[in-house]
């Protein structure tokens, strides 16, 4: 069974930076996946936020956080990270990573395996 752990959230003030990271275990090729970060704010449906292909060569980005935040992963540690720089108040939320079942795909619909989510709140 697939297992995200996330990490690195707290409570920041605007323009600041965070890190977060997430931890996969149970998946054996686990540089074959995609993996993403989606978030859900308060009252808000969840949202797509990045997304990265498994050899790491291709990275998307919701237009909300172009510019300012960066996915990656390691495949050798099966750790995906976001770095999130100039943080505004409007990315709070809680902060998930995902990955989905089937190899290749980064279809967002077919994101499967979730974390349990790290709450981020950025003070104004």
């Known amino acids: 069974q697939v297992q995200l752990v996330e990490s690195g959230g707290g409570l920041v003030q605007a323009g600041d930076s965070l890190k977060l990271s997430c931890a996969a275990s149970?998946?054996?090729?686990?540089?074959?996946?995609?993996m993403g970060w989606f978030r859900q704010a308060p009252g808000k449906e969840r949202e797509f936020v990045a997304s990265i292909l498994g050899s790491g060569g291709s990275t998307y980005y919701a237009d909300s956080v172009k510019g300012r935040f960066t996915i990656s992963r390691d495949n050798a540690k099966k750790i995906v990270y976001v770095q999130m720089n100039n943080l505004k108040p409007e990315d709070t939320a809680v902060y998930y990573c995902?990955?989905?079942?089937?190899?290749?795909?980064?279809?967002?619909?077919?994101?499967?395996?979730w974390g349990q989510g790290t709450q981020v709140t950025v003070s104004s």
């Open positions: 995902a990955t989905p079942k089937r190899p290749g795909t980064t279809r967002r619909d077919e994101f499967t395996y």
């Open positions: 149970g998946r054996t090729f686990f540089s074959l996946y995609a």
